[in-house]
């Protein structure tokens, strides 16, 4: 079993910074490549970005290209995003999540993974 915990969100103004913290506890979290997805009240969840294991490659969606970065410390088993230039429509319930290294496929795929966290709220306002 993996739990993921996440913490470092809420309010900021457009154009501000935040960096959200993904924990994760459980036996050969390693193992796992890390994803942060999210969700906008009435919209569907989508991909933010995707960190692999153990080489560290990293992915982003289009809408996030440029202004956010995930890193990984392996050895406190910790994942990060790094969020800059925030806009309104980065508004969301921001949540990790974790699959196997060895799994292939689409990081966006959201039904590739296996553990997700419950999240934490960032909020933009103008």
């Known amino acids: 079993q993996l739990q993921l915990v996440e913490s470092g969100g809420g309010l900021v103004q457009v154009g501000g910074s935040l960096r959200l913290s993904c924990a994760a506890a459980?036996?050969?979290?390693?193992?796992?490549?890390i994803g942060w997805f999210r969700q906008a009240p009435g919209k569907a969840r989508e991909g933010v970005s995707y960190?692999?294991?153990?080489?560290?490659?990293?992915f982003y969606s289009d809408s996030v290209q440029g202004r956010f970065t995930t890193s990984r410390d392996q050895a406190r088993n910790m994942v990060y995003l790094h969020m800059e230039g925030l806009k309104p429509e980065d508004t969301a319930l921001y949540v990790c999540?974790?699959?196997?290294?060895?799994?292939?496929?689409?990081?966006?795929?959201?039904?590739?993974?296996?553990?997700w966290g419950r999240g934490t709220q960032v909020t933009v306002s103008t």
């Open positions: 960190i692999s294991s153990p080489y560290g490659d990293t």
């Open positions: 459980g036996f050969g979290s390693g193992h796992y490549g």
């Open positions: 999540t974790a699959r196997s290294r060895e799994r292939g496929g689409l990081w966006t795929n959201q039904a590739l993974y296996d553990y």
